[in-house]
């Protein structure tokens, strides 16, 4: 069965330092997400990426953020500058288009020291 | 600002027993529902989608919505041991992201 795989698995990281998270969403889906879930608090959503632009973004997405489609599959998160307060499991997610449904791949447990 | 709000639990069901989760949102805008399944440490997994008013079943799952009354609920029946997770409730209105609540952490004694 198809699915959504997400590398690293786990990122370790010092505050001041850019990260890059790596997504590869199920092959025929055109839409895609991430979200984060910091340790015992709710998932929230981050941005939303269609036909390679930027749907919509939550409060949370601010400048230190950044989404990129570089080729047909991958789909990155940026943070350009970690603070403490970005560690967090961070999720990607996709979906067809012909339903609803978004599909989450494992998720990055990011981690800024 | 659109609000889910679950009952964070836990809650403890027998195993062989329904459990009932609840869940209500404050956006009338709403306009699709998601019950995601999220074991410790992982990622969530869709249980069961909604749409329109009325119940919708699926194997043992069966999701309730209610749009007059706000309201979103999950019924498992015969529980299981492995059915233990937290039950994260989550919404869709016209834009795009999907709108978690903080989820119900659920037990099922053996």
């Known amino acids: 069965e198809p699915e959504v795989t997400q590398t690293p698995s786990h990122q370790v990281t010092q505050m001041g330092q850019e990260v890059i998270l790596r997504c590869v969403p199920i092959?025929?889906?055109?839409?895609f997400y991430w979200y984060r879930q910091i340790l015992g608090q709710k998932v929230e959503f981050l941005v939303s990426f269609y036909n390679n632009e930027i749907s919509e973004k939550s409060e949370i997405f601010d400048d230190q953020f950044s989404v990129e489609r570089p080729d047909g599959s991958n789909f990155t998160l940026k943070i350009r500058s970690t603070k403490l307060e970005d560690s967090a499991m961070y999720f990607c997610?996709?979906?067809?288009?012909?339903?609803?449904?978004?599909?989450f791949g494992p998720g990055t447990r990011l981690l800024v020291l | 600002q659109k609000e889910v709000e679950q009952n964070s639990g836990p809650l403890s069901v027998p195993e062989g027993a329904i459990a009932s989760l609840n869940c209500t949102y404050s956006d009338r805008g709403s306009q699709s529902f998601f019950w995601y399944r999220q074991y410790s440490g992982k990622s969530p997994e869709l249980i069961m989608s909604?749409?329109?008013?009325g119940d919708k079943e699926d194997g043992r799952f069966t999701a309730q919505l209610n749009k007059a009354s706000q309201y979103v609920s999950l019924l498992i029946r015969d529980s299981q041991p492995s059915d233990s997770a937290t039950y994260l409730c989550?919404?869709?209105?016209?834009?795009?992201?999907?709108?978690f609540g903080k989820g119900t952490h659920l037990i099922i004694q053996p």
């Open positions: 997610a996709s979906h067809s288009g012909s339903d609803e449904t978004q599909y």
């Open positions: 092959s025929n889906h055109l839409y």
């Open positions: 909604i749409y329109s008013n």
């Open positions: 989550a919404l869709r209105d016209r834009a795009d992201g999907l709108t």
